[in-house]
């Protein structure tokens, strides 16, 4: 027999006020107010959360899944296992709340629904706890942000600048390779745009929503590359981090790989890197576990890599299986129809970037920049534009802005693929002798054909440093201060047998 309280109020009585009451308490204290029944859908919700949420009226989310009206909401997990959440911490239209949930049983026990309260405002000695959590949760909410833009394509194939016929081609073939699941293989000089491409094929993609990474090989020092592409397991070596550190390849997983100057890779490396594009496996520094990866790999160098396979410096296999769908990318001085476009491009990516006000070149400036060679192609360009025009206050850039910037008056350089050494432009083409002023048959040169002046000047280096060396190339190429690469596309273009 239960115990009386008075003369008229009983436990059942004073059990039954309470919860009225303490239900009361919260409906009045709380942001909002809610139950479901034990399918998960809204039986009740007070108008105050109502509003708070969007709604017209309460009526608006009866019999409707709570998942519908709050999408974050665990209602239906306290209905399934019958266990409160209390005190929990959810985002609800960008406002945190602390919130709370109890199931409702009957008589029997069984669940029959659940009930919400939405507590914040009122719980004050909370809003350093809510205040902390928000902000954390901003913090997170900014870093995921940045992740993902730093490991997606940062450029289009459109944001290679070109109106040229070999600038269109290019672009025609890089978006050809987008569609093309397979390995792809940039040529070209420093400077000339490869890691841009790179960027612009993954984008084009149907990895472009994977995430891009890219690594430079010959920024990484030979003892930590392995590390670099593969990964490292927990404690694999004295110093290594205790949580281990995943590789390129493992957070390249379903995109894209960059692997830029990759003829600057050690032979070591190079035989571990042929075993994951054949097998799509990595294993990580200190571990025995296989990790199935799906890569596409981009590779970019400006080395001559058949070269590097002939002198022993680069796997044969490795070229072959790289080398599968090769694009050449031409250096600036064999596009100048683009260099307007660029230059207009690149001078208001400089203002935007130093805050200076946008430049324009004069027509004598355009020319200067059209009869330049560029070695260094578009990077040089935009450092030669912007050196420019942190020199003058003037909105117009002539040809005397490029005059210290510029080796203007040194047309021997301009010849393509060819750099002479300081020592051998004391004379220029335009005032050789009479004597030396014709070609190795002993014909004189036509008046005013400066450019077979430079061809001929380069034929007799180039056999001249081929017979100082017995026909060494390599020495020869040092020796004229070009690549081997250079060296050899000039005896082609040339016709020139050595001994």
Same mark, same amino acid.
Not at 102 to 127: H, N, T
């Given at each position: 027999?239960?115990?009386?309280?008075?003369?008229?109020?009983?436990?059942?009585?004073?059990?039954?006020?309470?919860?009225?009451?303490?239900?009361?308490?919260?409906?009045?204290?709380?942001?909002?107010?809610?139950?479901?029944?034990?399918?998960?859908?809204?039986?009740?919700?007070?108008? /105050?959360?109502?509003?708070?949420? *969007?709604?017209?009226? +309460?009526?608006?989310?009866? #019999? !409707? $899944?709570?998942?519908? %009206?709050?999408?974050?909401?665990?209602?239906?997990?306290?209905?399934?296992?019958?266990?409160?959440?209390?005190?929990?911490?959810?985002?609800?239209?960008?406002?945190?709340?602390?919130?709370?949930?109890?199931?409702?049983?009957?008589?029997?026990?069984?669940?029959?629904?659940?009930?919400?309260?939405?507590?914040?405002?009122?719980?004050?000695?909370?809003?350093?706890?809510?205040?902390?959590?928000?902000?954390?949760?901003?913090?997170?909410?900014?870093?995921?942000?940045?992740?993902?833009?730093?490991?997606?394509?940062?450029?289009?194939?459109?944001?290679?600048?070109?109106?040229?016929?070999?600038?269109?081609?290019?672009?025609?073939?890089?978006?050809?390779?987008?569609?093309?699941?397979?390995?792809?293989?940039?040529?070209?000089?420093?400077?000339?745009? /490869?890691?841009?491409?790179?960027? *612009?094929?993954?984008? +084009?993609?149907?990895?472009? #929503? !994977? $995430?891009?990474?890219? %690594?430079?090989?010959?920024?990484?020092?030979?003892?930590?590359?392995?590390?670099?592409?593969?990964?490292?397991?927990?404690?694999?070596?004295?110093?290594?981090?205790?949580?281990?550190?995943?590789?390129?390849?493992?957070?390249?997983?379903?995109?894209?790989?960059?692997?830029?100057?990759?003829?600057?890779?050690?032979?070591?490396?190079?035989?571990?890197?042929?075993?994951?594009?054949?097998?799509?496996?990595?294993?990580?520094?200190?571990?025995?576990?296989?990790?199935?990866?799906?890569?596409?790999?981009?590779?970019?160098?400006?080395?001559?890599?058949?070269?590097?396979?002939?002198?022993?410096?680069?796997?044969?296999?490795?070229?072959?299986?790289?080398?599968?769908?090769?694009?050449?990318?031409?250096?600036?001085?064999?596009?100048?129809?683009?260099?307007?476009?660029?230059?207009?491009?690149?001078?208001?990516?400089?203002?935007?970037?130093? #805050?200076? $006000?946008?430049?324009?070149?004069?027509?004598?400036?355009?020319?200067?920049?059209?009869?330049?060679?560029?070695?260094?192609?578009?990077?040089?360009?935009?450092?030669?534009?912007?050196?420019?025009?942190?020199?003058?206050?003037?909105?117009?850039?002539?040809?005397?802005?490029?005059?210290?910037?510029?080796?203007?008056?040194?047309?021997?350089?301009?010849?393509?693929?060819?750099?002479?050494?300081?020592?051998?432009?004391?004379?220029?083409?335009?005032?050789?002798?009479?004597?030396?002023?014709?070609?190795?048959?002993?014909?004189?040169?036509?008046?005013?054909?400066?450019?077979?002046?430079?061809?001929?000047?380069?034929?007799?280096?180039?056999?001249?440093?081929?017979?100082?060396?017995?026909?060494?190339?390599?020495?020869?190429?040092?020796?004229?201060?070009?690549?081997?690469?250079?060296?050899?596309?000039?005896?082609?273009?040339?016709?020139?047998?050595?001994?």
């Amino acid at each position: 027999m239960r115990p009386t309280v008075g003369a008229h109020w009983d436990v059942d009585n004073i059990l039954q006020v309470g919860m009225q009451s303490l239900l009361d308490l919260f409906d009045d204290s709380c942001e909002g107010t809610m139950a479901v029944d034990e399918q998960g859908r809204i039986v009740w919700m007070n108008d /105050k959360y109502a509003s708070f949420l *969007g709604l017209k009226n +309460a009526e608006e989310a009866l #019999g !409707k $899944p709570v998942e519908q %009206i709050i999408p974050n909401s665990r209602m239906r997990e306290v209905v399934t296992n019958g266990k409160p959440i209390l005190l929990d911490i959810m985002m609800l239209r960008d406002q945190p709340l602390v919130v709370m949930r109890i199931p409702l049983k009957d008589e029997s026990g069984r669940i029959v629904g659940a009930i919400g309260f939405a507590l914040y405002d009122r719980l004050q000695r909370l809003k350093p706890l809510v205040s902390k959590f928000a902000e954390l949760n901003w913090a997170l909410a900014n870093t995921q942000k940045e992740l993902a833009q730093l490991r997606h394509s940062k450029y289009s194939i459109s944001s290679f600048v070109g109106v040229s016929p070999v600038s269109l081609e290019l672009k025609h073939r890089a978006r050809r390779a987008a569609q093309l699941d397979t390995t792809v293989l940039l040529l070209g000089e420093t400077g000339s745009g /490869k890691e841009l491409l790179a960027h *612009g094929i993954h984008a +084009a993609s149907g990895r472009a #929503g !994977k $995430p891009f990474v890219g %690594i430079n090989i010959a920024a990484v020092p030979e003892t930590l590359l392995e590390a670099e592409f593969f990964g490292v397991a927990p404690g694999a070596y004295t110093g290594a981090d205790r949580k281990g550190r995943d590789g390129k390849f493992k957070i390249a997983d379903g995109g894209t790989l960059f692997l830029d100057e990759v003829g600057d890779m050690p032979l070591q490396v190079q035989a571990k890197l042929l075993r994951v594009l054949q097998e799509q496996e990595i294993e990580p520094l200190g571990s025995n576990k296989i990790i199935n990866v799906d890569v596409r790999v981009i590779a970019a160098t400006s080395h001559d890599l058949k070269q590097l396979v002939a002198d022993g410096k680069f796997r044969s296999d490795l070229y072959y299986r790289l080398n599968v769908l090769p694009i050449h990318l031409p250096p600036l001085r064999e596009r100048v129809g683009d260099l307007d476009a660029l230059c207009e491009f690149l001078l208001e990516q400089i203002a935007t970037r130093t #805050g200076m $006000p946008q430049r324009e070149l004069t027509p004598e400036a355009r020319a200067v920049l059209a009869s330049y060679p560029w070695p260094g192609n578009v990077r040089e360009l935009r450092n030669a534009l912007e050196q420019a025009g942190m020199m003058t206050d003037s909105l117009s850039l002539t040809a005397d802005d490029f005059a210290a910037i510029l080796p203007l008056d040194n047309p021997v350089s301009a010849a393509p693929g060819i750099a002479v050494p300081k020592s051998d432009l004391a004379r220029q083409p335009d005032a050789i002798p009479h004597e030396e002023a014709a070609r190795e048959d002993g014909a004189p040169l036509a008046p005013g054909s400066l450019s077979d002046a430079v061809a001929e000047l380069e034929r007799k280096m180039i056999r001249s440093a081929l017979a100082s060396t017995n026909g060494n190339k390599a020495s020869a190429a040092r020796v004229l201060g070009i690549s081997r690469a250079s060296l050899y596309q000039k005896i082609a273009e040339y016709q020139i047998v050595s001994d």
